[in-house]
C-alpha cells in the first residue's frame, strides 16, 4: 500500500520509517493522499472522498492512528474513526530480572506492537540486569544490559514516541546482585540492603548513575516493594528493632535525594504503606484518621498501586480511595499473568484487568501499565502477553470495551487470532480447576515437572482425566499452529508440551497402579510410554529452546535446560527401576510402597488443582541446598 502523508511530520517522522516497514506499507508521492494534522483532544483515522485525514496530539496517537487507518482501509474504504484517550500515561512493565533478559531487536519488536497499540510507555524491570562499572559482580553471568544497550533502546522507543523508563530495585528483591562478596557490607537480609550503612548510599548512586547515563528521561521507578524482613537481619543486631514504616520512609528520603541529585522523578511500589490503610491500623489514632506526622514522613514521591489479583471492582476503589488519604493519586499497575508457570493465565488476566480499568476510569486515575513479570525461571514467553496488552490499549482509548473488539484489533496489530491465543490457557485450566483459574492453578508446570516415580502431585491429579484433557487440546493447538503463520513456533511448542502432558500427567498414578498388582505386561507396556515421552520432552527442550534464542539472551537458558534435563534423566531412571523389577532383580520399588498424599504444600489451593510455582517445590520432597 502507498502512501502520501502531508502535514507537520517532524515528531513522527523517524518513527513513521519504522513502521511503514512493520505495517508493510510504502510512502511515497503517488500514494494515497492523507492530510495529518496535530491537534489537541481527540485522535482521528478517516477517509471520506478518496482523502484521507490522520489527527492527533502526541506522537503516540499518531502511530496508533496510523494503524487504524491502515486497517480501516483494508476492509473499508470510506470510514471515520474516532478515539479520545482515558489516561495520560498507559504502558508496559517488562520484567528482564528473572531468568530471561530480552535482546535488543525482542525489546524493538515489542516497542513496534505498542506503537501501533498507543501504548506510550515501557518500564524495564532490571534488579541487577543492567551494568554498573563500579561493581562488576553486580548482574554477572546473568545477561546484564550494557549502557549501549540500553540507550539503543530508549533512542528507538523515543522515535516511536513512546517513554522508557528504568525501573530498578534500591531495597529489596536484590538477592542476586547481593550473593557476591562485594555486597556483604551493606546487606540487612539476603535480598534487602542495609538501610543507614554509608556504603549503602554510595552503591545506590552508582546504581542511579547507571541509568541516568543510559536514559533520557526523568522518570525513574525504584521499587522498594514487598521487604518484609527489613530491619529484622543485621539491621537488627546494629540498631535494635524499629517499626518498618519509620525504616522506610528515612531510607526513601535519602533514596529520593540521590534520583533527585540526577533529575528525577521517583516513584515507588505502594505496597510496604498497605499497613496505614486499614480503619483498625495500629498507625491510625483516635479518630481513624492517619497521624500528620506519619505523612509528612513520606517523601515526594508517586505511589504505584499494584494489583491483579482480584476481579471485584470495589476491591480496586476503595484502594484507590486509600492511596488518595495519603495525599497520591496512585499510578495503576495490573498484570498480563505471564507468570503462571509454563503458560499465560488469560482467564484471570483479563477479569482482573477489567475489574482495575472499569475503577480507574470511575476513580479519576491517570497512569496505568500492564505488568510482564516471569517469576520462578521465565518459563512462559513474554511474547503471550500480547493478547493482555491489545485488552490495555483498548481501554486505553474507549470508555467501554467489547471483546469483539480486542480480538479485531489484535489481529491487526499482532497479527494472530485471538481466540486461538485464548487456548492456551486450558493448559492450567484444566478440569478441576474453577472458571478463569482465578486460584492460580499451575497444573502444566506441575504435572511437566513432577517426578514419575515420587509422585507429589499424583493424589491432586486422581481422577480428572488430564491426559484426556491435553490430548484434545493437541488438536486444537495443531488447527492454531496452521492458521497463524506468524505465531507458528509458539503454537508448535504449546502444542509439544500439550502431546508431552497428554502421556505423562497420570503415567505416575498408572505405575503405581501396575505395581501394586503386580501387572507385569500393563508395565511392560508402560516402558513403551515412558520412551515416547523422554522423545518427546526433549523434543519439547528443542522447541522451547528456539523460541528463548528468538527473544532472549542466552543467559538463563541454561536454568530451563537443567530442569527438561531433569525430566528426561528421571524417565530414564525411571525406566532403570522398572526394569529391574520386572527382571527379578529387585523385589520392590521402595518409591512406589510409599503411600500416595495429596500435596500439601505452603501455596496449595483449596478449589484448584495445584499451585505453588516453585520447580524445587515441585520435582521433590527433598532438598537442592541442604
Not at 549503602?200 to 552508582?206: D, I, K
Not at 470508555?399 to 486461538?420: I, K
Not at 508446570?445 to 493437541?474: A, C, F, M, P, S
Request: hydrophobic letters at 35%; one cysteine or more; glycine letters at 8%.
Amino acid at each position: 500500500m502507498k502512501l502520501y502523508l502531508k502535514g507537520d511530520l517532524s515528531s513522527v517522522e523517524k518513527g513513521l520509517k519504522i513502521l511503514s516497514r512493520h505495517l508493510n506499507i510504502e510512502l511515497s508521492m503517488d500514494g494515497h493522499p492523507i492530510q495529518v494534522k496535530n491537534e489537541k483532544g481527540r485522535l482521528r483515522a478517516a477517509n471520506q472522498n478518496g482523502q484521507g485525514e490522520i489527527t492527533f496530539d502526541q506522537p503516540i496517537h499518531f502511530f496508533r492512528a496510523l494503524g487504524l487507518w491502515v486497517e480501516n482501509y483494508q476492509k473499508n474504504k470510506e470510514f471515520d474513526v474516532s478515539e479520545i484517550p482515558q489516561f495520560t500515561m498507559s504502558g508496559v512493565m517488562l520484567d528482564a530480572s528473572r531468568n530471561a533478559v530480552p535482546t535488543v531487536p525482542e525489546v524493538e519488536n515489542l516497542l513496534q506492537k505498542m506503537a501501533v497499540m498507543g501504548l506510550s510507555t515501557l518500564m524495564l524491570y532490571t534488579e541487577d540486569t543492567y551494568e554498573v562499572k563500579e561493581h562488576p559482580y553486580f548482574g554477572y553471568m546473568r545477561g546484564r544490559y550494557t549502557a549501549e544497550e540500553l540507550r539503543a533502546c530508549d533512542q528507538y522507543a523515543s522515535q516511536l514516541g513512546i517513554e522508557m523508563i528504568p525501573c530498578i530495585q534500591t531495597l529489596g528483591h536484590l538477592r542476586e546482585a547481593l550473593k557476591w562478596n562485594y555486597a556483604s557490607d551493606f546487606k540487612d537480609t539476603d535480598d534487602i540492603l542495609l538501610v543507614d550503612e554509608p556504603k549503602t548510599y554510595e552503591f545506590l548512586e552508582n546504581c542511579i548513575r547507571a541509568v541516568s547515563d543510559a536514559f533520557k528521561t526523568k522518570r525513574i521507578h525504584i521499587g522498594m516493594d514487598e521487604t518484609f524482613q527489613l530491619g529484622l537481619g543485621r539491621y537488627l543486631e546494629k540498631h535494635g528493632f524499629e517499626n518498618h514504616i519509620a525504616i522506610m520512609n528515612r531510607h526513601l528520603q535519602k533514596v529520593v535525594a540521590i534520583t533527585q541529585k540526577y533529575g528525577y522523578k521517583p516513584m515507588i511500589w505502594s505496597d510496604m504503606y498497605f499497613p496505614l490503610f486499614p480503619e483498625n491500623s495500629k498507625y491510625r489514632d483516635e479518630k481513624g484518621l492517619i497521624p500528620t506526622d506519619i505523612l509528612a514522613g513520606i517523601p515526594d514521591v508517586e505511589l504505584v498501586y499494584w494489583n491483579y489479583y482480584r476481579k471485584e471492582e470495589e476491591i480496586y476503589k476503595k484502594d484507590f480511595q486509600h492511596h488518595k488519604e495519603v495525599g497520591r493519586t496512585p499510578i495503576f499497575a495490573g498484570g498480563a499473568w505471564t507468570w503462571n508457570g509454563m503458560a499465560p493465565n488469560y482467564g484471570k488476566a483479563i477479569a482482573t484487568t477489567e475489574a482495575a480499568m472499569s475503577a480507574c476510569k470511575k476513580e479519576g486515575i491517570n497512569e496505568v501499565f500492564v505488568t510482564l513479570w516471569g517469576d520462578n525461571g521465565a518459563e512462559t514467553p513474554f511474547s503471550t502477553a500480547y493478547p493482555i496488552l491489545q485488552l490495555f490499549a483498548e481501554h486505553t482509548y474507549h470508555q467501554e470495551v467489547s471483546s469483539e473488539q480486542v480480538a479485531r484489533r489484535f489481529e491487526f496489530c499482532c497479527e494472530g487470532y485471538f481466540d486461538d491465543f485464548m487456548l492456551l490457557k486450558h493448559l492450567d485450566e484444566t478440569p478441576g480447576v474453577m472458571k478463569d483459574n482465578m486460584n492460580t492453578s499451575m497444573t502444566s508446570k506441575v504435572t511437566l515437572y513432577q517426578d514419575i516415580l515420587i509422585g507429589l502431585y499424583d493424589e491432586n491429579v486422581r481422577g480428572l482425566n488430564l491426559g484426556e484433557h491435553y490430548q484434545q487440546l493437541v488438536t486444537l493447538l495443531e488447527k492454531a499452529r496452521q492458521v497463524n503463520p506468524a505465531w507458528e513456533a509458539l503454537f508448535g511448542f504449546y502444542g509439544q508440551l500439550a502431546r508431552v502432558l497428554g502421556d505423562k500427567a497420570e503415567i505416575g498414578i498408572r505405575i503405581k497402579e501396575a505395581y501394586e498388582k503386580n501387572d507385569y505386561e500393563h508395565m511392560k507396556t508402560i516402558l513403551i510410554t515412558l520412551d515416547q515421552i523422554q522423545f518427546n520432552v526433549d523434543l519439547l527442550r528443542k522447541k522451547h529452546r528456539d523460541i528463548w534464542f528468538t527473544a532472549y539472551k542466552p543467559f538463563g537458558w541454561e536454568v530451563i535446560d537443567i530442569r527438561y534435563g531433569g525430566v528426561i534423566t528421571r524417565i530414564d531412571s525411571a525406566k532403570y527401576r522398572i526394569q529391574e523389577w520386572l527382571e527379578g532383580r529387585i523385589t520392590r520399588m521402595e518409591e512406589l510402597e510409599e503411600k500416595r498424599l495429596r500435596h500439601d504444600g505452603p501455596w496449595e489451593i483449596v478449589d484448584g488443582l495445584i499451585g505453588g510455582n516453585i520447580y524445587h517445590r515441585i520435582v521433590t520432597a527433598g532438598s537442592f541446598s541442604l
